[in-house]
């Protein structure tokens, strides 16, 4: 069966700057996130594999079909671009109306599933107004909309999340979410990493156009497992719980922090708690909390990035 | 679907974009001005074969209303939905490239040639409606004037579209190429002639019509443009430039 998408030496030049550079990588099915920050190459990215852009070299695949030369791949891709570019002459309604009836619909089952499209993405306060006055969020869940009308197998969704309020960006987390337990695809791009970590399950990270590291959190947080990771321990007698520490294999470093916490860097995070429990059994130390500051992917893009 | 079926999707979409948006008010007034030169004439001069107002017309059609009409369609059919960037929404279905640039073409045709159609509809009404006989021997002309002006849209259309797809400024660029192709060469006897569509289109106006190309036979410099030449060449411009603009679409990045 052929991957969702699939890149292989992909690079694409604009001028003398380089967009992606030599990007080899498969994208599996369910929700993929899609993490850098602005000017990684995300949205090259997905203009390449949305046929917008032609790679410079390499070769793009989506569902294995090439999304520049065979269109009909996109019978199972739509596409929900970050520009916030809506046909200013029309309503909502009729904006993915047209957008289904280029899917080939007849106009009884375009105007059906322009329906259905509208109810899902909440568009129907105001299907019927002109698109120039609608507000960001409005137009956002438009695009939305004409992106799945025809219930693509895969959504591709660029910055979905961006400009909208914490009500609509749930709204938008929730449907990705729903498409994806419907057993199809989701591939979007954001900067903001709680975003990616809360509706992703696989995570691609980019930085400069190149993929710095892909997969889920707990993966990519292991790849990293030989760079110092840190705890911050909440502990009563912390000089004493912080000595007891000092000597063993994987503690690095030990410091006290502000609110009298003990942060301790380890190469091995697994060992270092097996560590600490032995401590507080031994010293009789009670331990009230025990957190990883840097372990979500913020921390590790720094990491990678380094 | 099947290419044919994009393609007039397209241009339906096309025809209602164009009719929708600012800029049919001002092909309407285009439209509008041999019906308001055919009043001039009528109130300073009685509608008659020798009326100047005939001999006015054909400039006024294929070395200015043809092309401009045209450019103002065909120019930003494409290069709109660049800029704004909803050209991603009918390339992110299974259209197709050339056939969204065929369709797009084709609507922009459509337009024009209604344009057209109401120009040449006022230049009649304004000159010759309400008197005796109705005017009926000019109404032949008329009806010949648009047919070639129509004719010229095969040329002019798919050029004006490949330039929107190549420049960021059709409209410009198509001007300044207006102005020296349509307004110079066309005026030039001889064989630079040959290099201005509407000089081809001169040669298949009825004879009853003064023409620049009527001119240059007259002078005998050197051989004018036949009807048959113009009935090939125009056809094969059109679809070399149709082809160009079809193979730029297929190939260009769309953002």
Not at chain 1, 30 to 52: E, I
Not at chain 1, 73 to 99: H, K, M, N, Q, W
Not at chain 2, 105 to 128: D, E, K, N, Y
Request: proline share 5%; hydrophobic share 50%; glycine share 8%.
């Amino acid at each position: 069966m052929n991957p969702v998408v699939a890149f292989q030496g992909v690079s694409r030049w604009y001028g003398s700057v380089l967009g992606l550079a030599n990007v080899s990588i498969v994208v599996p099915d369910g929700v993929t996130g899609l993490l850098g920050p602005n000017g990684a190459g995300k949205s090259t990215f997905l203009r390449l594999l949305t046929g917008q852009l032609v790679p410079s070299s390499g070769r793009v695949s989506v569902f294995g079909k090439d999304p520049v030369a065979d269109p009909s791949v996109f019978r199972d891709v739509g596409y929900c671009s970050e520009d916030d570019a809506l046909f200013v002459d029309l309503t909502p309604r009729e904006t993915i109306r047209f957008v289904a009836r280029f899917h080939g619909f007849s106009g009884r089952e375009a105007t059906e599933r322009t329906e259905r499209a509208i109810a899902t993405a909440g568009v129907d306060a105001y299907a019927d107004r002109s698109c120039e006055g609608l507000s960001k969020g409005q137009r956002q869940r438009t695009r939305l909309a004409a992106a799945l009308v025809h219930e693509p197998r895969l959504l591709v969704l660029d910055e979905p999340m961006t400009g909208l309020d914490p009500v609509a960006r749930r709204a938008v987390l929730d449907l990705m979410q729903q498409w994806a337990s419907a057993g199809r695809s989701v591939l979007f791009s954001s900067h903001i990493l709680h975003e990616v970590e809360a509706a992703s399950g696989h995570v691609v990270m980019i930085h400069k156009g190149m993929i710095l590291a892909e997969g889920s959190v707990g993966h990519l947080r292991s790849c990293v497992s030989d760079a110092a990771f840190l705890l911050e321990i909440a502990v009563d007698r912390v000089r004493e719980f912080g000595a007891s520490l000092l000597g063993r294999p994987h503690v690095r470093h030990v410091e006290i922090v502000d609110g009298g916490k003990l942060r301790v860097a380890t190469d091995r995070a697994s060992d270092l708690m097996l560590d600490v429990v032995d401590a507080a059994t031994r010293g009789g130390f009670a331990v009230d909390s025990i957190t990883a500051p840097d372990d979500n992917l913020e921390a590790l893009f720094k990491r990678l990035v380094k | 679907m099947t290419p044919f079926r994009n393609t007039l999707l397209v241009a339906a979409f096309t025809i209602r974009q164009l009719l929708w948006r600012r800029r049919i008010i001002m092909l309407l007034a285009l439209a509008m001005i041999p019906g308001f030169f055919g009043i001039l004439a009528r109130s300073f001069a009685r509608p008659s074969a020798s009326n100047g107002f005939v001999n006015v017309l054909p400039e006024l059609f294929v070395a200015f209303l043809v092309p401009i009409v045209s450019l103002l369609t065909s120019g930003n059919v494409v290069r709109d939905g660049i800029d704004d960037r909803t050209i991603v929404y009918p390339l992110s279905t299974p259209v197709g490239r050339k056939p969204y640039a065929i369709g797009c073409a084709f609507g922009a045709f459509v337009v024009s040639a209604f344009t057209l159609l109401v120009a040449a509809a006022s230049a009649w009404i304004g000159w010759r409606a309400g008197i005796a006989r109705g005017g009926s021997d000019d109404a032949a002309l008329m009806t010949n004037l648009a047919g070639v002006s129509i004719f010229g849209l095969v040329v002019y259309v798919p050029f004006h579209a490949l330039l929107g797809s190549l420049f960021k400024f059709p409209t410009v660029i198509g001007i300044v190429v207006y102005g020296v192709v349509d307004l110079l060469l066309a005026t030039l006897p001889g064989i630079v002639r040959r290099t201005a569509p509407s000089a081809y289109l001169e040669a298949l106006l009825d004879p009853a019509f003064t023409t620049r190309n009527a001119a240059t036979e007259a002078a005998d410099v050197f051989v004018a443009i036949t009807p048959g030449e113009a009935r090939f060449v125009v056809p094969v411009l059109g679809m070399l430039f149709l082809g160009m603009f079809a193979m730029q679409m297929s190939r260009r990045d769309l953002v």
